[in-house]
């Protein structure tokens, strides 16, 4: 196991405190990297219908978050009718090393890579290739015969099995609805199974193949029956297998050149040569009064149901292709993504999908299953903010958005024609509350 160093003093803090500078530096970025600078257009705060002043809070706040050792660093961006009207960098991205937070840090933005491996699905959806409710068996038979954890009733904390009463599709995987788990989210009468079977949450290196896992999973049984509830999971990552096997590709090269290249996301991957390492941000973790740095080499808890590292995209074998936590990117190559989906499936002339197929992902598909925790609906890879309340926050009704493991933060609110984007590498990601007060800040920032 590995063991974790303490930096007990306070950073300092490298500040870019600037919107017009960031937007600069932001074109200047991509044409170094053979992009025109018209890719990813800006506009002034104010051309936007925001308020310059008050996109400075999120600055204010990402500094002070530094400050008291809550992050090491961030990278915020907010755009508004398809253009960035904000970017920028706080802090560090490796303390030890005193290198500064920039807006071409990459991050490991685990669970934000089930909006791409979605988006790769619903790509073959419209092709023909696969359907929504076609069974998961079809494509990995060995999902035909899976089983369910069965309450013995009473009193008692025994589980006995019962035999699948409806196949998992296509759309369960989606909605995570299947039945499937994570390991390190899963009641200790499962996890047991996950641990005994080496299970991974593609949040560390992994050897073999995601191929090889899905096998391995396939013979364990499911927490529930599929469609009968919510239940965030490892579905995403079948999903991925699922992409290969219709493809005939890996789930690698089909985003790179069905997602990737046509949107220009030139620094979006599942791993980068060990040379690209120094352009992580390095992951934290609170310890006493100062940040521990997570090891690259993988880090298990006590009990055996979590296993994470830092070093994973860049120390792995690269033969694995988690579909539901693998990528890394930038803040500027996800913006891309992210305004493609806004804009209706299409960014600069590169479509990626329908509008009406964007319209399916972002609606509502718990429809008498209630709601996801948080009180938020669930569409096809997103978590979708409805109307009640719940959630607590500003967001419009109809926003869909997600979140990754360590502590990157994106949303979608078309109704304002907004995209927001806050990026840290943080764990636990409960530890800061940053990401809610840059969720405040985005908003108060809207004019009109």
Not at 9 to 22: C, D, G, K
Not at 235 to 246: A, F, M, Q, T
Not at 427 to 442: G, I, R, W
Request: with cysteine; aromatic share 8%.
């Amino acid at each position: 196991m590995s063991t974790i160093q303490v930096i007990g003093a306070s950073p300092r803090v490298h500040t870019m405190r600037r919107t017009s500078v960031s937007l600069v530096c932001l074109c200047l970025l991509l044409t170094s990297r053979g992009l025109s600078s018209q890719e990813l257009p800006s506009a002034s705060p104010q051309q936007l219908g925001l308020s310059p002043e008050r996109l400075e809070q999120i600055v204010l706040l990402t500094e002070d978050a530094v400050d008291r050792k809550e992050v090491s660093g961030a990278v915020t961006l907010v755009a508004r009718l398809g253009r960035v009207g904000h970017l920028e960098a706080v802090g560090w991205r490796d303390i030890e090393n005193d290198a500064p937070m920039e807006v071409d840090t990459l991050f490991r933005i685990a669970s934000m890579t089930k909006a791409v491996t979605s988006v790769a699905a619903m790509q073959l959806y419209e092709s023909g290739a696969l359907m929504l409710n076609d069974p998961v068996s079809r494509y990995l038979p060995a999902f035909s015969d899976m089983q369910v954890l069965a309450s013995m009733g009473g009193d008692s904390a025994e589980y006995t099995l019962e035999p699948l009463r409806r196949p998992i599709t296509i759309r369960h995987l989606l909605t995570h609805t299947s039945g499937l788990s994570y390991r390190f989210l899963s009641p200790p009468h499962l996890a047991s199974y996950y641990i005994d079977a080496n299970i991974t949450d593609g949040l560390s290196q992994a050897d073999g193949t995601i191929g090889d896992m899905v096998n391995r999973l396939a013979e364990l049984p499911l927490l529930h029956q599929p469609g009968e509830r919510y239940t965030y999971s490892l579905g995403v990552d079948v999903l991925g297998r699922v992409i290969e096997l219709v493809t005939g590709q890996t789930l690698a090269e089909y985003m790179t050149a069905e997602i990737f290249e046509p949107l220009g996301m030139v620094d979006t991957a599942f791993y980068r040569d060990s040379a690209d390492a120094g352009r992580y941000a390095e992951i934290y973790s609170p310890s006493g009064d100062g940040l521990a740095k997570v090891p690259d080499s993988p880090v298990v808890t006590s009990d055996k149901r979590l296993v994470y590292s830092a070093g994973y995209p860049y120390g792995a074998s690269r033969t694995y292709f988690s579909g539901g936590a693998g990528l890394t990117s930038t803040i500027t190559d996800y913006a891309r993504f992210l305004l493609a989906l806004l804009n209706g499936g299409e960014l600069d002339g590169a479509r990626i999908l329908g509008p009406r197929t964007v319209q399916l992902m972002t609606r509502d598909h718990l429809v008498g299953l209630g709601v996801a925790p948080g009180g938020q609906k669930f569409g096809l890879g997103f978590a979708i903010s409805d109307d009640r309340g719940l959630t607590g926050g500003p967001r419009s009704e109809g926003a869909f958005g997600w979140l990754g493991f360590f502590n990157t933060v994106y949303w979608v609110d078309p109704e304002e024609q907004l995209v927001a984007i806050i990026m840290t590498q943080l764990y636990p990601n409960q530890s800061s509350q940053l990401t809610d007060q840059f969720e405040v800040a985005v908003y108060s920032a809207i004019m009109n």
